[in-house]
């Protein structure tokens, strides 16, 4: 058993927040002392860890002094206030913004696919993107087989991805279509229950989003191919907790789909789910508070030379969020 | 005024037979005669049309005599059987199955696209798949400005695709967990509420499915384009009746987006809907019920050379079915 490890997590009363705290708990995280943080509005609030009742405390420096790790998922603003501080006062910093993914003094880490990334930290680690996670686990085992050449991604992402009220946006949609009802989008541009929404994150001038900005570069990071050729189209879908990735890859080597099979099942984090026959492929419904993320519909690609077709599924709120920020902190004890 | 024409319906009682006879009326159809065909245990019930009411009779060779035009819809199987049967009885028969698509003595029109493929019929149309139209109704006329190379489709299809049984097995998934309760699919191989079914139609040994085929084969007879590599990966998501595909699709030419926004706007049948800075961009809640087909999120491909990537939404039941066949017999008169 490790020593005991004092935890502060920025942004407890959160989706990602709560469910790291569920994950600390069930994954037996050696946590000495936990520190549930949060803004002002959040103050007083108790949440249960362990059997216990712990009170949520202002996010402010003095409370990083003495801490093992801090895990900031509060938005990159905040990130951007506080990485630093909290570095600075010892604590390793894993931050699940984008605010320094791009930093090039900052590994960004998948711990299954870059951990070697984590040996040069200077206190602070970003967690990556959620939709690039997922897809990472199942790109990253046909790039060590093959040698990833190009992809082009359209993403199916749950609601979660917008944070708890993400959540209770569709629900309210769901129960208002049930009493025959509309309910005014907030979290959403326009109504997710029943729709599709091909927008995630804001609009750049060359008309990608920024979602789809961060899977193309982040990818490139955390597979040290700094000129991968990457498109994304990312979509808002009306499911709850788990995205879904449609991955059109091309690489180096001549594929096939044996190898690619075998390479995904025997790859830490991954499940190969892909026996068609049997109608069995990866989805949401069974991806949700699940540890792997599922590939399957592995086929050749009919449009790329060397070209791989397939499909990732995983939970956004643990591989794309909490899960992976608390396995690269598992990574480093 | 056009001459009135008399006009049969097989599969009547299905969703694309409602539809069409809804479409009949408010199109204003010249319908002289309309005879509602179908199964045995359709027999007898009463469908409204322009406000009358008309009993469906059996499906047999005798109704066939004396009609103008057949609109089979009905599945593969009785069209397969009927067709020709209607066809020699003088009908011009307009197929919704994929019985005939392929046959190359049978056009296979989007009349947007390829009317003069029309020239040439021998008694039977095909009517297109309904992710093939759609996606076409976008593609098309990019090819027709950059020629196409190759493109790659990821499909967001509706629950209408599968039938009526379709609809209403999402409504009853989304009312059973709104009671906390669960539902056992029938229509989908797995429960389709707050989920995606990676998985339309039947699969093939290729590991790709019927319809991924259908995308692939249709698309090159359609574009007069027999080699043009494809690759589709088809998905049911919990939508009621409009499809949407993000494409990635690579043109022979060198491709501009402005350019490419005028050839959609100027496309008949396709509408430009692509202002991200106002949040527009098409979606299935505002193409449903809608004779256009939505095209928006255009901008250039990062991974392909002279490459566009783009989303296009249209009705499943309308141009994905009732609509476009509809549409074939006014090109014929």
């Not at 803004?39 to 362990?50: A, E, H, Q, T």
Request: proline content about 6%.
């Amino acid at each position: 058993m490790s020593v005991g490890k004092r935890v502060g997590i920025v942004g407890a009363t959160g989706a990602v927040g709560r469910e790291l705290m569920e994950l600390l708990e069930s994954r037996n995280f050696p946590v000495e002392e936990l520190r549930l943080l949060a803004s002002p509005r959040s103050v007083g609030k108790k949440l249960p860890f362990r059997g216990e009742s712990i009170e949520v405390r202002e996010a402010r420096a003095e409370e990083f002094e003495g801490l093992d790790f801090l895990f900031l998922s509060a938005g990159g603003d905040r990130s951007k206030e506080m990485a630093p501080l909290a570095a600075k006062a010892g604590a390793v910093v894993i931050d699940n913004s984008s605010a320094f993914r791009m930093d090039e003094n900052v590994p960004l880490v998948l711990p299954e696919v870059n951990p070697e990334a984590l040996a040069g930290h200077q206190g602070i680690i970003a967690n990556p993107n959620c939709s690039t996670a997922i897809t990472l686990m199942g790109v990253a085992p046909l790039h060590q087989r093959f040698g990833l050449k190009r992809m082009m991604c359209s993403t199916y992402q749950a609601v979660s991805g917008a944070g708890a009220t993400g959540i209770t946006e569709l629900e309210a949609g769901v129960r208002a279509w049930s009493e025959g009802k509309e309910v005014e989008p907030s979290t959403f541009p326009h109504p997710i229950a029943f729709n599709l929404i091909p927008h995630v994150d804001k609009f750049l001038d060359s008309g990608y989003t920024k979602e789809e900005v961060k899977m193309r570069n982040e990818s490139r990071k955390i597979l040290s191919l700094p000129g991968l050729p990457v498109s994304c189209t990312c979509v808002r879908v009306p499911v709850f907790r788990a995205h879904a990735i449609s991955v059109f890859a091309e690489f180096e080597q001549e594929v096939d789909v044996a190898a690619a099979r075998a390479a995904i099942a025997a790859f830490e984090g991954a499940e190969l789910i892909d026996s068609p026959e049997n109608c069995e492929y990866p989805m949401p419904l069974n991806y949700s508070s699940k540890v792997a993320c599922g590939v399957g519909r592995i086929r050749k690609d009919e449009a790329l030379e060397n070209g791989l077709a397939f499909w990732i599924v995983g939970d956004q709120l643990w591989k794309g969020a909490a899960l992976n920020a608390l396995q690269i902190a598992e990574h480093m004890i």
